[in-house]
């Protein structure tokens, strides 16, 4: 640790935001001060949403997740991912 830091007492987020906006953590700390850590616990944040597919995607999805012996949403969940990570003009339209 190069130097102690003080934080005071703050009144409100407004002083709280003021305080760490100009202070540089460099001046106070080396990269040897930093400790890994593991939050086992912490999840992403989900959200559950209806979607309308057709009937033969999802007894195909359901076929192929049940071949790779994962839960059928976690196969589309991770189809998902994969188009949203494709360039736009990759992806296929449809109507």
């Known amino acids: 640790m190069k130097k102690k ?12 935001r003021e305080f760490w906006s100009k202070i540089n953590l460099a001046d106070y700390f080396e990269v040897g ?3 890994p850590v593991a939050f086992p616990n ?4 989900s959200r ?3 979607l309308r597919i057709p009937e ?5 999805i359901k076929e192929q997740a049940n071949e790779l ?3 059928y ?4 969940k991770k189809y998902i ?3 949203i990570s494709q360039k736009p003009d990759k992806i296929r339209q449809y109507k």
Do not use: T
Request: negative net charge; glycine residues 2%; without cysteine.
């Open 81 to 83: 991912a994969q188009g």
């Open 48 to 50: 559950s949403i209806s």
């Open 56 to 60: 033969f995607m999802l007894i195909r």
């Open 69 to 71: 012996n994962v839960p």
């Open 73 to 76: 949403q976690s196969l589309m």
């Open 42 to 45: 912490l999840k992403p944040s």
């Open 5 to 16: 830091i003080n934080i005071p007492k703050f009144q409100n987020e407004d002083e709280e």
């Open 33 to 35: 001060d930093f400790k």
